[in-house]
Structures are given as structure tokens and as C-alpha cells.
């Protein structure tokens, strides 16, 4: 008598085979069909790094942008008494985008898939909202990384 449900099935091939129902071609088939349902399947995790080098090079245009919008908000600030503190306040906030984009690019391979690549999407949307054009290279590659966060989701 066999020992597990794998020997079990295995010898249910065999006798079929024994008793004619199978040629040795399907024989064999059904065999490694059976012997590759028994190998433990890891969860799909693909997709996991290139959601996350899309999110760390729109991180670092985010960044870059960010800062131009700083250096222009403090000229501003400069040639026009408090003029440029709405567009320090939107670079500030286009970096927070960006540092939260990362932050979600990190766990999009993680058991919340579908949820990170929602608020990756979301956050790509927060940084181009925050300094319009000069947030548009960022953006690009934010919403490259939450395109393939969500093909690449499980189920």
C-alpha cells in the first residue's frame, strides 16, 4: 500500500497504464503532470524589481524637480517679498510624493500588491498635481512602476 497521496496517485497511473487505458506517451505525461502538482508552489512575486529601479530613477527626477521648484520658489521669496512660498510648499510637497512613491515601490512585492500599486499610482498623481510640469519626468516613471506593479499582482 502506498505511503502518501503522491505514491498514490503515481501508482493510479501506473495501473492504468498496466491495464491498457494509457499509452506509454500519455503515461508519461500524466506522470509529470502529477509530480509537478506535488512541487510547492512560491507566491508570484514577479515584477517586484523593476516596479522598484521604475520608482527609484522617477524618485530621483522627482527629486531633482523638486528642488528646481525650490530654487525657484526662494527667488522668488528673493525678488518678491513672500511670493514664492506657495511654490516651496509645492516642492516640498512633490518631494513627499516621491519619497512615499518609494516607500510604496519597497512593498508593491509584498501580501498588499493590488493595495501598494494603488497608492503608488496615487502618489505619482500627488507629485505631478504638486509642481505640474516639472514634476511630468517623474511622473512618467511613477506611472511606469504602478503599470507594471499591477500586471505583475497576483490572482
Known amino acids: 500500500m502506498a505511503e502518501s497521496a503522491l505514491e498514490d496517485r503515481l501508482a ?19 506522470r ?6 506535488s512541487v510547492p508552489q512560491r507566491p508570484n512575486a514577479s515584477g517586484g524589481v523593476v516596479v522598484l529601479v521604475l520608482t527609484v530613477l522617477g524618485a530621483l527626477v522627482g527629486v531633482m524637480m523638486g528642488l528646481v521648484a525650490l530654487t525657484v520658489g526662494g527667488l522668488g521669496n528673493e525678488l518678491e517679498d513672500g511670493s514664492g512660498d506657495q511654490v516651496i510648499g509645492l516642492g516640498l510637497s512633490a518631494i513627499a510624493a516621491v519619497v512615499a512613491s518609494v516607500v510604496f515601490g519597497l512593498y508593491v512585492s509584498g501580501r498588499n500588491r493590488l493595495a501598494m500599486s494603488w497608492c503608488l499610482l496615487g502618489a505619482a498623481i500627488w507629485h505631478l498635481v504638486s509642481i505640474s510640469a516639472f514634476g511630468f519626468p517623474g511622473f512618467v516613471f511613477l506611472i511606469l512602476g504602478a503599470t507594471f506593479a499591477f500586471v505583475g499582482r497576483d490572482g
Open 12 to 30: 493510479e497511473v501506473d495501473r492504468l497504464r498496466a491495464v491498457g487505458i494509457l499509452t506509454d506517451s500519455e503515461h508519461a505525461a500524466r
Open 32 to 37: 509529470r503532470l502529477v509530480l509537478n502538482a
